[in-house]
T-cell receptor
Framework: AQSVTQLGSHVSVSEGALVLLRCNYSSSVPPYLFWYVQYPNQGLQLLLK??????LVKGINGFEAEFKKSETSFHLTKPSAHMSDAAEYFC????????????FGTGTQLKVEL | EPEVTQTPSHQVTQMGQEVILRCVPISNHLYFYWYRQILGQKVEFLVSFYNNEISEKSEIFDDQFSVERPDGSNFTLKIRSTKLEDSAMYFC??????????????FGPGTRLTVL
């Protein structure tokens, strides 16, 4: 079975600073990896996903993530944080043949300070 | 932009009562899902549904739970006899169903279920 670990349940950055949210996965078969964002009182919105091909994927709102198989990681980054980035971020994994089941990490709450 | 909608946004029920949570997936999507998030915990997969049958279900999805596509637009989750531990935010999602696991799942805003 696949799993995801997100290090740091809370991350705080200054506006304009680099955002780095960590995600490590475990899977015995090639994974498909996703980052979702959840704003207060809203559903989950896809930021980006890795399926195959280029390991550096770009998403919405200036976010990107790099799939590193050797490190089993899929960390999310953004060069310059904005106040509107404050939200909860979830990393998720799925594999072929599992009914498209997404397995989520525990989430990282991002706080952006002035 | 098309979106997944869910009703009601908040449901309060007494323990032992039946509840039905409703979802309208994106119209041309073929795969439907239910997930739940207990307060302070991770989002958990419950069930996926394709071609009018369950594709995959988790160990959480026991005999107390059922799903149905009663017509061409709605997708429902029924909990027959609610327990206190069923209190959670329930998310419906849908995906287009063309590329399987790599398809993006689009989530609704959720229904907060409170069991008293």
């Amino acid at each position: 079975a696949q799993s995801v670990t997100q290090l740091g349940s809370h991350v705080s950055v200054s506006e304009g600073a680099l955002v780095l949210l960590r995600c490590n996965y475990s899977s015995s078969v090639p994974p498909y990896l996703f980052w979702y964002v959840q704003y207060p009182n809203q559903g989950l919105q896809l930021l980006l996903k890795y399926t195959t091909g280029a390991t550096l994927v770009k998403g919405i709102n200036g976010f990107e993530a790099e799939f590193k198989k050797s490190e089993t990681s899929f960390h999310l980054t953004k060069p310059s944080a904005h106040m509107s980035d404050a939200a909860e971020y979830f990393c998720a994994v799925t594999v072929t043949g599992g009914g498209n089941k997404l397995t989520f990490g525990t989430g990282t709450q991002l706080k952006v300070e002035l | 932009e098309p979106e997944v909608t869910q009703t009601p946004s908040h449901q309060v029920t007494q323990m032992g009562q039946e509840v039905i949570l409703r979802c309208v997936p994106i119209s041309n999507h073929l795969y439907f899902y239910w997930y739940r998030q207990i307060l302070g915990q991770k989002v958990e997969f419950l069930v996926s549904f394709y071609n009018n049958e369950i594709s995959e279900k988790s160990e959480i999805f026991d005999d107390q739970f059922s799903v149905e596509r009663p017509d061409g637009s709605n997708f429902t989750l029924k909990i027959r006899s609610t327990k206190l531990e069923d209190s959670a935010m329930y998310f419906c999602a849908s995906s287009i169903g063309l590329a399987g696991s790599t398809d993006t799942q689009y989530f609704g805003p959720g229904t907060r279920l409170t069991v008293l």
